[in-house]
């Protein structure tokens, strides 16, 4: 019985050994269901039996509006070509603060904090305005505030909110 037991363990781990390969391949990778095969392979990914696989962050969006931001279209999201911030916005503003519009947000490349605020400050804070919020390069800690006090404490006015690093 003893041997019977092992080769069972043998066969189990030769099974799974693939299984293993795949998910080191495609390690930090970002899986999406509800893809197929053929639209995954079209696009770049890899096809995992279910999923549809690649190895940046996906985002809601359209087909057309990822290719032209150089994304990849996995049949249900849109995937990044690089580490990217995403949030509210429109096409128009995302693409005068050199962002890769998906189709439904904005994508701004990097870490950003993005929060509520309007243009105008935004642009006076070295802010990028995706149309529906400022986002701040790097990782700030934005609280209520007013703007005369924010400026002489060396926060960044987003519009509504002192953004302190």
Known sequence: ???WI???V???GCKDDPKREIMHQ?????CIAGATEASCARHGGNW???MCCVGTSCVDGNEAACARGGGKWTGKQ???PKAMTCDAGNEASC??????WSGTVCCLEGTRTCVEGNEASCARGDGDWTGAVCCLAGTV???AGEEAACARNGGTWSGSLCCMK
Request: hydrophobic letters at 50%; one cysteine or more; aromatic letters at 0%.
């Open 26 to 30: 495609l390690n930090m990778s970002n």
């Open 48 to 50: 995992n039996g279910k």
């Open 95 to 100: 693409a005068r603060a050199d962002g890769v």
């Open 78 to 80: 849109c995937c990044l």
């Open 6 to 8: 092992v080769i069972v």
């Open 10 to 12: 043998v066969l189990l």
């Open 141 to 143: 800690n934005c609280v």
């Open 1 to 3: 019985m003893g041997k």
